[in-house]
């Protein structure tokens, strides 16, 4: 109606109202079965946005097609039935638009009554709001531009981007303007007075951030950033996940590209065991296995805390997916056979594992057990109830091992090997350096020195280390399963080494303190087992290739199955009795490339027997 009214400037004819209310019924019968068609009358109206709005605008497409094909091809004789070509138009405006935009006066009340819910309490006079920038004007800056403007209760008031992209210069999104690039920082906050910058770009490179933070440390302004690309893609950013920068983040790589069609062939559906389930490895292999829709998770660590934290966070995210927490030690047969012959397992995440290079160093016994035996035992089960993966986690101190926990993981690589020649199993490993902030790695060492006021210490100036986060280990864990066709040793690329000094460096300046001045770094030396520098593949191992830019196979020859077995009854022999000397000794045996350290005769471990034979001899009962 307004249509015809704006169409005849409000003076409508008697004829052409006719034709109006001969036409009405049917044009808005087909509008109506359009929009619910396409799924209008289902959308909230507080949360309409820009997905709604391709219903909207393929709604109002398909309505006017009609009317104006009726338009051209009826003949004059059916004139009150032809719609003209004008009211089909402004008509077609004014209802879909008219539609549209009372859903989208619903969110504007809904977002300024959620505004003043979240600022209850806080009147506006009480409320300092902080002006800051925010670094990247792309979708995570865009999401944390959006958030602020729409909560009442945030302490922050964004007064514009930063971003090196010159199309973006000058313009406007959300509100807010793209008022220069990271040159221009200085001179921003100055004029500005701006209380702190966010890096809210969310894929970064190492370069890239300490690009920022030097230009922002010449500024003298606080920098924060947000959460990485995965939480922001999987809606869980909120302003107040925004934090000071960690030194994971000068750490940064590139984002893990996974095969998601592959991942879910592999998981999806499975009943999935991972042990070490409670460990830094374990629970974020826990979270990214949940991910991919496992019809059941087996949580198994001997840990008690590690296990109740890891199954107390899948609950609580109210996840589909079934999750058992199963307190058991993997070198206990009994209590894993119980669990394979009540679960049935068909895809094994081996993460549980003796790990700190010192400690093994004094405990030589306990690190073939859990590493080797323990390795060799859940494998034996895993081929005898079918299982159809079995994944087990290495390390790259496999590689020429100078100490015992690296040697053990070595024994494990070729204990897999041999299982997966004589089982209808997948067995393969992986192997990666150091993951950033698992339990008693460098960087919380680090942080809990600063805390007490230092020292740092640090091992060696020249010591060198490959670094990545714990989610992006356990993805290409994950990936790695996922291509591995049985027997292979895959190979993470980890990037370029970083100095152990710098990363205390760059720990202590995060820190707000100055190395060297407030908080002094000191060298203790190499410890036992150490080596300056890691390596991830022999230089007489070929390593080829995989369609994934970051795993390599590693094409390392498997020991005869009679060797294998002859050594792992030695060992198991030797770590019972706990005949370290003897153990280290059989391990430079078995593998040629191993530099373990033999310990002297006198402060060799002196064997039960002996101690046996001299209480008798003295007398003894």
């Not at 009442?152 to 199309?167: C, H, L, N, T, Y």
Request: with cysteine; aromatic share 6%.
């Amino acid at each position: 109606m307004l249509a015809y009214l704006l169409r005849f400037d409000f003076v409508i004819s008697e004829r052409e109202t006719q034709h109006m209310l001969y036409q009405l019924p049917f044009v808005l019968l087909l509008q109506l079965m359009l929009l619910w068609f396409a799924g209008i009358y289902a959308f909230v109206w507080r949360y309409v946005g820009m997905a709604e709005v391709k219903a909207f605008l393929t709604a109002a497409l398909w309505s006017a097609l009609p009317m104006i094909a009726l338009r051209t091809w009826l003949p004059e004789q059916l004139q009150p039935a032809r719609v003209p070509l004008s009211i089909i138009v402004m008509d077609t405006v004014i209802a879909f638009g008219g539609v549209l935009g009372l859903r989208v006066l619903r969110r504007a009340v809904y977002e300024r009554g959620s505004k003043r819910q979240n600022g209850k309490g806080q009147s506006l006079g009480s409320l300092v709001r902080k002006p800051v920038l925010l670094i990247g004007a792309g979708r995570a800056g865009v999401m944390i531009a959006r958030e602020i403007r729409l909560r009442g209760d945030v302490d922050m008031e964004v007064k514009g981007f930063i971003d090196d992209d010159p199309a973006k210069q000058g313009s406007v999104i959300q509100g807010v303007k793209v008022m220069g690039t990271a040159e221009d920082i200085p001179r921003l906050v100055s004029e500005l007075n701006i209380d702190h910058v966010v890096i809210s770009f969310a894929e970064a490179s190492r370069r890239d951030f300490r690009r920022i933070l030097d230009i922002c440390e010449r500024a003298k302004v606080r920098v924060r950033t947000v959460p990485g690309i995965y939480e922001l893609l999987q809606g869980n950013l909120k302003v107040s996940r925004i934090r000071d920068v960690q030194i994971e983040d000068l750490l940064g790589r590139e984002q893990v590209q996974l095969d998601q069609e592959s991942m879910k062939n592999f998981l999806a559906g499975k009943i999935v065991m991972i042990t070490g389930a409670g460990g830094s490895i374990g629970s974020e292999l826990v979270r990214q296995v949940a991910r991919f829709q496992p019809s059941c998770l087996l949580l198994v660590e001997r840990a008690e805390f590690g296990l109740f934290a890891i199954e107390h966070e899948m609950r609580n995210q109210d996840s589909q997916v079934q999750v058992i927490a199963l307190v058991a030690d993997i070198g206990d047969k009994p209590r894993m056979h119980t669990i394979f012959q009540t679960y049935a397992p068909q895809v094994i995440l081996h993460a549980a594992a003796h790990k700190h290079v010192p400690m093994m160093e004094t405990n030589p016994s306990e690190a073939v057990k859990n590493n080797v035996l323990a390795t060799s035992l859940l494998g034996e089960m895993a081929s005898e109830f079918g299982v159809e993966a079995f994944v087990l986690i290495s390390t790259d101190k496999a590689v020429r091992p100078s100490s015992v926990m690296g040697a053990s993981k070595r024994v494990a690589e070729l204990v897999i090997q041999d299982l997966d020649h004589r089982s209808e199993t997948r067995f393969l490993a992986v192997r990666f350096g150091n993951v950033i902030g698992s339990a008693g790695s460098v960087i919380p060492i680090f942080q809990d020195q600063i805390r007490s006021g230092g020292p740092v210490t640090v091992t060696h100036p020249e010591m060198v280390r490959y670094f990545m986060t714990i989610p992006e280990a356990s993805q290409l864990v994950l990936q790695a399963g996922a291509l591995g066709r049985g027997g292979e040793i895959f190979i993470l690329d980890m990037g370029e080494p970083v100095r152990i000094l710098d990363l205390a460096k760059e720990t202590i300046a995060l820190s707000g303190l100055r190395p060297f001045e407030d908080i002094n770094i000191v060298f203790t030396g190499v410890r036992p087992g150490e080596k300056l520098y890691e390596e991830l593949q022999t230089t007489d191992e070929v390593v080829l290739k995989t369609w994934h830019p970051k795993i390599f196979i590693g094409r390392i020859a498997a020991y005869p199955e009679e060797k294998v077995r002859h050594a792992l009854e030695r060992l198991s022999i030797l770590a019972q009795k706990g005949w370290d000397r003897e153990l280290r000794k059989a391990i430079n045996d078995l593998l040629p490339e191993a530099q373990l350290e033999i310990p002297s005769e006198e402060f060799a471990p002196i064997p039960q027997s002996f101690i046996e034979r001299s209480h008798v001899a003295a007398g003894g009962d």
